[in-house]
């Protein structure tokens, strides 16, 4: 590692560094007090016993001394108890304790006072103790008291270094309380600095730090953080102010994306209300210029369009159609200027042409899956260019107009259809009633005219006006039945018109007829619907005229696979000899309407007494409600 890399790092790592060169001071202030405290006990250590060694000295220096006296004041001197109390005492001047203090510290004043006072025993106190317990000391007073003041000056230099080994402990000891007393100051100013330093280097930029962090959280992202040094915190510091720019920045994009997502989720619910609307318009009143017209000023105030045209195109040998159109000036002016119908209908796909003023025209087709109908025409923007929303809008605006078209031109296909079936039915009641009451009144009127052009009138006349005024009474008849029938409409569901028709034939015969249906998920179709109230209505009239009942039941069920069964049963006298004879035309009328439902119908015996009309055809795909409400058929 270079010399720049290594002072990098060191720099980076400030904090760090200050806080382990802290910690390495106060240990080596607590290392260093410790050797002291070590050095200075060891220095100490054996004090005491020399201590008291040498203070022995002095009491054996005085007992010597004392032994001396007493030998001055017998008349017969017994120093026999020198020489033992001198072997004591050189004993004890060379204890260990003494030669090891000594030994430790060779140059001190006790070292010093201890030879001197080593040598003086044995080169002058020694010799003269020697003498005189050897008795070669003459016994005179004056040598004694000489003696005993050298034992005295003795002891003065024993007291001395007993003196200097006390000094030199205490000293000791002063010194180690003042060097634990200065590492502790030392500790404590140590501590004190470092304490200083973490909190100027690390509590007050990590509590800013800290207090910006919350001011994030709280959603100000202006917060940054102050202490931007070259240490950790201080890059911590300069990495949390680039996090927060780039919250704020993303926070900016955020908002930028939600006014954008919220504008996106606000077209779109005018566009689905357009729809909706849109198509609530179509089921309500599918062929009202008024609802295309609404529809169109719907779609230019959510895109933002001047005006548009929505046409039909026409049939052959026919002429265009003008559906709704929101230009004040007139439908179609401009829009369709130099365009012709043949070129709208060659387009299966959106096209754009141009008109007078430069005006951008989009024309979309109105077709379903099978047909195209007519053309959608929309002025486009300056610019001349739809967003891909408002073109997915119009075109969706565009199918929907033209599923609406087709469904009312099959509507409008189905009532003809169902128009032109009454209307056989009609001409069938007509034909196998009405019309041979008149072909048989016809002939009796010929016979009648016949029987007057004799002059006598007998009772083949009488006979004659009888059948003729039965067969008008009979025609009469028909001809009221069939006018209830075919003034009957189809105001209302299935249901509540085929409860009408019970209670109208319950009323009319005094039958108790019941009714009951379970078709659960079947559903009829309207012209299913006008052949099966007709098939019961025919059947009821057969009740009341031919069986004589009192009840009736008519029962509707659906079976799996949009499976239909009609019953209508009855307890009166029961099927005659030959049903189809004459006189029972409805019968083959309700075998030609079962037929035209793609089922069969059956008259049979109900047991134990009445008849039993049983119709069974497939609804197939009946999810289409009526479309013949209040049209007469």
């Known amino acids: 590692m270079s010399p720049s890399d290594l002072a990098e790092r060191i720099r980076r790592r400030t904090i760090l560094i200050g806080l382990g060169l802290g910690m390495a001071i106060l240990t080596l202030i607590g290392a260093v007090g410790m050797a002291v405290s070590v050095a200075m006990v060891e220095k100490v250590r054996g004090s005491a016993q020399a201590i008291n060694v040498a203070g022995s000295l002095r009491m054996q220096s005085h007992r010597m001394g004392g032994l001396v006296l007493a030998g001055m004041m017998e008349t017969a001197p017994d120093r026999r108890g020198l020489p033992e109390a001198m072997a004591r005492f050189e004993q004890s001047l060379h204890h260990p304790s003494l030669r090891t203090i000594r030994e430790r510290e060779p140059d001190s004043e006790y070292a010093r006072m201890y030879q001197r006072i080593q040598i003086d025993w044995q080169t002058r106190l020694k010799p003269l103790l020697n003498a005189y317990a050897d008795r070669t000391m003459p016994a005179s007073p004056t040598r004694q008291r000489e003696l005993l003041a050298r034992i005295d000056l003795y002891v003065d230099d024993i007291n001395g270094m007993v003196a200097q080994l006390e000094n030199d402990t205490e000293a000791k000891i002063s010194l180690l309380h003042s060097l634990l007393a200065a590492a502790l100051a030392l500790t404590f100013v140590v501590m004190l600095a470092v304490l200083y330093r973490v909190r100027q280097r690390v509590m007050l930029p990590l509590n800013r730090l800290v207090d910006a962090a919350n001011a994030i959280a709280r959603g100000d992202f202006s917060a940054r953080a102050a202490h931007t040094g070259p240490d950790e915190l201080g890059r911590v510091s300069l990495a949390f102010n680039f996090m927060a720019d780039e919250l704020s920045k993303l926070y900016v994009s955020l908002e930028q994306r939600v006014d954008e997502k919220t504008a996106l989720l606000t077209r779109s619910n005018r566009s689905l209300e357009l729809l909706y609307h849109s198509i609530a318009r179509l089921y309500n009143a599918p062929g009202a210029p008024e609802t295309y ?59 754009d042409h141009t008109i007078a003023g430069g005006i951008v025209v989009r024309a979309i087709p109105l077709k379903d899956a099978d047909q195209q109908y007519g053309v959608l025409q929309v002025t486009l923007p300056p610019g001349g260019q739809l967003e891909p929303w408002q073109e997915q809008l119009v075109e969706a605006l565009s199918r929907h107009i033209g599923i609406a078209i087709g469904i009312a031109e099959q509507t409008e296909r189905e009532r003809r259809l169902a128009l032109m079936d009454e209307r056989s039915v009609i001409a069938r009641e007509l034909h196998d009633s009405i019309a041979q009451a008149l072909s048989y009144m016809k002939i009796q009127v010929a016979l009648l005219q016949q029987s007057l052009m004799h002059e006598t009138h007998g009772d083949d006349t009488d006979l004659i006006l009888k059948g003729l005024r039965e067969g008008i009474n009979a025609a009469y008849r028909q001809l009221r039945e069939l006018l209830a029938t075919f003034r009957l409409r189809m105001e209302g569901d299935f249901m509540t018109l085929l409860r009408h028709t019970t209670e109208e034939f319950s009323q009319r015969g005094g039958l108790d007829i019941n009714l009951a249906q379970h078709l659960d998920d079947c559903h009829l179709t309207p012209n299913q619907e006008i052949h099966v109230l007709q098939i019961i209505r025919e059947a009821l009239n057969n009740v009341l005229r031919h069986a004589g009942a009192s009840n009736a039941w008519v029962t509707l069920e659906g079976g799996t696979g949009q499976a239909i069964t009609v019953t209508i049963d009855d307890d009166g006298d029961g099927l005659p000899e030959n049903p189809a004879g004459s006189g029972h035309y409805g019968l083959t009328i309700m075998r030609e309407r079962a037929r035209s439902l793609g089922g069969e119908l059956q008259l049979t015996p109900r047991q134990p007494h009445g008849t039993r009309v049983y119709l069974h055809f497939n609804a197939g795909d009946g999810s289409t409600h009526s479309a013949f409400q209040g049209t007469p058929i």
């Open 293 to 351: 017209r609404a529809m169109l000023a719907d779609l230019e105030q959510v895109i933002g369009l001047r005006y548009s045209m929505a046409c039909l195109t026409p049939e052959p040998d026919g002429l265009p159609r003008i559906l709704a159109s929101t230009m004040a000036a007139g439908p179609g002016q401009g829009l369709c200027e130099n365009i012709v119908c043949a070129e709208c209908s060659r387009h299966s796909t959106p096209w």
